[in-house]
């Protein structure tokens, strides 16, 4: 029964989100962002390769339409061509949306692996293995960024349709046996990495993520000290490291490009007999209403002069 719970969390682990749903759009969109202009350079490289291939096919020596293998082989080609012009201005729109984005690779997934099946199935016919099968499945777990457990079904999905098709050839039947044995091997090393590169990326992003947000935190907690530092606990007024750091420093650096500056020193009258009479807490009230008084005095009789602080000293 424990091995039974092991496995279902393990499952339940490849085929979920592994982080918290609150980062679940920065990650997928730095997934997005990070692999974005890869995935175009590689549609626009087999949307390349496809027009190559129709060419060639196309002016070799003899009507295409004399040999169906080869008005085959154009088809398949002409099929992805058109399907790769469709995906490339849905695949720019998507780059802000992964939602969309997961949905538009799907689908471009799906249809590469057809092509996949198709191509496998016409060189098998010509008496060749399937080195297109072998070689952009792991280029497919590479590149296309969309979620681990949807690529591995499409990988095994892929892999039964090529062996079924490419088995119920002549060359097929020869070579039953290196056929399964490689096309399984590319299978399973194609969804391992899929999950690899997917995690790992995601990982990265997380661990970004988090440091930023531990950054953003320290330098606000560094923002409050240092300003704490500089405030007088009791009247929350600036105290004399405030008045060096604010105001002589920029003075001694600046001096008269400053403009003007004046200085108001006052002093509260008979403040020790009232604090010896009525207690140091009522001290502290008397300082603090001075402090309110003097703050919002200030600041309405000279706001011309955007004067915006008082200094206890």
Not at 32 to 59: C, D, G, H, P
Not at 111 to 126: A, H, M, R
Not at 246 to 265: N, R, W
Request: net charge positive.
């Amino acid at each position: 029964m424990k091995t039974f719970y092991k496995l279902k969390d393990k499952l339940h682990f490849l085929t979920h989100f592994p982080y918290e749903e609150t980062y679940r759009d920065q990650l997928e969109y730095g997934l997005i962002s990070k692999n974005y202009r890869t995935e175009r350079v590689i549609a626009f490289v087999m949307m390349f390769m496809q027009i190559f291939m129709i060419l060639v096919f196309t002016l070799r020596p003899g009507n295409i339409f004399y040999s169906r293998r080869r008005l085959r082989y154009v088809i398949t080609y002409a099929l992805l061509l058109i399907g790769i012009l469709v995906f490339l201005p849905i695949h720019k729109r998507s780059k802000v949306n992964w939602r969309i984005h997961t949905k538009v690779c799907t689908a471009f997934s799906i249809l590469l692996s057809l092509w996949i099946v198709s191509i496998s199935y016409l060189d098998s016919i010509g008496g060749v293995s399937i080195i297109v099968y072998c070689s952009i499945l792991p280029i497919m777990a590479t590149f296309i960024v969309i979620p681990s457990h949807i690529l591995s079904l499409l990988f095994i999905f892929t892999c039964i349709l090529t062996d079924c098709m490419v088995l119920s050839t002549t060359y097929g039947k020869e070579n039953t046996f290196s056929i399964l044995i490689n096309s399984i091997f590319i299978c399973l090393f194609s969804i391992i990495y899929a999950y690899r590169i997917y995690y790992t990326s995601l990982l990265n992003a997380y661990d970004k993520i988090i440091i930023e947000q531990k950054n953003n935190q320290l330098e606000t907690v560094n923002k409050e000290l240092d300003m704490l530092s500089m405030t007088d606990a009791l009247t929350a007024l600036g105290n004399r490291r405030y008045l060096e750091e604010v105001v002589k420093s920029p003075l001694e650096k600046y001096g008269v490009h400053m403009g003007s500056l004046t200085v108001l020193i006052l002093d509260i009258d008979n403040f020790k007999q009232y604090n010896d009479r009525y207690g140091h807490l009522q001290g502290d009230v008397c300082l603090q209403a001075v402090a309110s008084f003097l703050t919002s005095f200030m600041i309405f009789m000279l706001f011309d002069t955007e004067v915006r602080s008082l200094y206890l000293l």
